[in-house]
């Protein structure tokens, strides 16, 4: 899904079905200028109007004015937004489940992810302008009571997030491309926002700092896909695929050759739970990727492993090179050194007969 801003009273020029487009608003809260009118293109083409959003960012001081890229497809993770009406949600409702998930999901809003309300907050553009009209206890009622917005159960599967994971070390390359690792993950998430796991250090960038860089033997080099604060192993769906995504931005990744290795591993993984990464735009002519549902492939299953041919039904097997010991000649077992030599216990009676004769 492409998001596309557009000025103050700007209107949509030749819009498409699933465009999504934010017109800017003057409104003036205090010094913040964060809102929008969201709106939508249905199936047929035509322009629904959603309602009045606004969208603040971690570090945002009065006075100053959202800065959002002219076109994106999902908002990194210093922004977020918030609904002004409950029609707003409504709204995107009637246009379909999935479509409302996708969009609440891009934009961050803080009605469906109760971890990032609670970091945001307390932050200064939240109390002067996203809560100016909406109480904090009107938005965590949504998540817990309203049933807006009904979330789904992860597809993404903690089988295939284990097996992505150690595909992603196996292929010996960096998760941040030509990035250092604090660089890429400020593209993703605000780490000052996330707690530090070293009582020495505030935030996230200090202990990431602190165990990768001064002390770079401290932490493993796949030490993100495990760490709670980033719920990559755990966490919404949206949250891995955006990381994903993220990995093979142009930005961060400069060898073609590379980009379309790790885009054919990922994709192998993620198609049996019906995603994939595909092209969405280009910058400066270079691909841009972002996770899109897909039918789900079945994963190719492993070969089944072929028993020896003795043990074959309706096939007879070798001779026994040592009789049956005589503690065990009632049962149907042989002891026998088919295949490898070693003295194994057939799991089939032998069907033609001992070496020597019995005793």
Known sequence: MQFTVLPVRGRPVSPAPGQVFLVRDDWDDFGFKTTFQLLCVDPRGEVREIGAVKIGRFGMASPARTPLPDVFGTL????????????????????????????????????????????????SVTVTSLLRTVSADT???????????????????HVTRRHLFDALRSSGVSWSGSLDEVTFLRRLYDLDGLKSHDPRFASAEGDIV?????????????????????????????????????????????????????????NEHLAPDGYELAWARAVSGYPVYEARRIPARPRTPFPRPQRPSHQRAGVPGPRCAVPLA?????????????RTGARRTCSRRCTSPPARPWR
């Open 139 to 157: 938005v965590t009622a949504r998540f817990r009571d309203s049933g807006i917005l009904a979330e789904p159960a992860a597809a993404i599967t």
């Open 326 to 338: 005589a503690s065990a000649r009632t049962t149907p077992a042989r002891v026998c050194r088919f």
């Open 76 to 123: 990194d993770g210093s922004f977020f937004s918030l609904g002004l009406r409950e029609t707003y949600y409504e709204r995107l409702r009637v246009l379909g489940g999935e479509l409302q998930r996708t969009v609440l999901r891009a934009l961050n809003d803080v009605s469906v992810d109760p971890g990032l309300f609670s970091r945001a907050r307390t932050v």
């Open 210 to 266: 602190q165990h990768r860089y001064n002390n770079p033997g401290d932490w493993e080099d796949d030490w993100v896909f495990g760490d709670d604060r980033f719920h990559l192993a755990d966490g919404a769906d949206e949250l891995l695929l955006r990381f994903l995504a993220e990995m093979l931005h142009p930005a961060v990744r400069t060898d073609p050759g590379e980009v379309r290795r790790l885009l054919t591993l990922v």
